[in-house]
């Protein structure tokens, strides 16, 4: 496992921790805020996998 990898999944890790859930939200409807949240969480399970 790479560097890259391993600061992905630490970030993972805190995400599941810290931040709010976004999977039982409508992401149509979500304020802008929040849509970038979501973006954000996407992009780095993406990265961490």
Same mark, same amino acid.
């Given at each position: 496992?790479?560097? %890259? *990898? @391993?600061?992905? @999944?630490?970030?993972?890790?805190?995400?599941?921790?810290?931040?709010?859930?976004?999977?039982? %939200?409508?992401?149509? #409807?979500?304020?802008?805020? #929040?849509k970038?949240?979501?973006?954000? %969480?996407?992009?780095? *399970? #993406?990265?961490?996998?």
């Amino acid at each position: 496992m790479n560097l %890259r *990898t @391993r600061i992905f @999944r630490l970030l993972a890790a805190f995400n599941r921790a810290v931040l709010p859930k976004q999977w039982h %939200r409508d992401l149509t #409807r979500l304020s802008m805020p #929040r849509k970038l949240l979501a973006a954000y %969480r996407y992009w780095v *399970t #993406r990265n961490a996998l």
